[in-house]
Nanobody, 125 residues
Framework: QVQLVESGGGLVQAGGSLRLSCAASGRTFSTYAMGWFRQAPGKEREFVARITWNGARTYYADSVKGRFTISRDNAKNTVYLQMNSLKSQDTAVYYC??????????????????WGQGTQVTVSS
């Protein structure tokens, strides 16, 4: 079992940056691949980024590629999402999630067993 708590959301102007954190409880954090998703009002939850258990591979949605960076620190049981050059279209609730397949590279929401409660990111234009 893994509990996930996101933090770092807030209000930022377009072009600005934010760094989201997701702290995980449990001693098995390093055996999970981790992902970030987001959900804007009236829209379905969508994949943003993903990282394998050791950080060796990362994957991004086309909409954030080159602007967002996912990373993790297994010693701190934490995964991060650095968001630069933010746009109004990035406004959403951001969720982190854990996939028990440490090596999988998928954006499929159903692959993730554990979810955080979400953190709001609002980008003003």
């Amino acid at each position: 079992q893994v509990q996930l708590v996101e933090s770092g959301g807030g209000l930022v102007q377009a072009g600005g940056s934010l760094r989201l954190s997701c702290a995980a409880s449990g001693r098995t954090f390093s055996t999970y691949a981790m992902g970030w998703f987001r959900q804007a009002p009236g829209k379905e939850r969508e994949f943003v980024a993903r990282i394998t258990w050791n950080g060796a591979r990362t994957y991004y949605a086309d909409s954030v590629k080159g602007r967002f960076t996912i990373s993790r620190d297994n010693a701190k049981n934490t995964v991060y999402l650095q968001m630069n050059s933010l746009k109004s279209q990035d406004t959403a609730v951001y969720y982190c999630a854990a996939d028990p397949d440490a090596y999988r590279g998928t954006s499929y929401i159903g692959a993730y067993d554990y979810w955080g409660q979400g953190t709001q990111v609002t980008v003003s234009s």
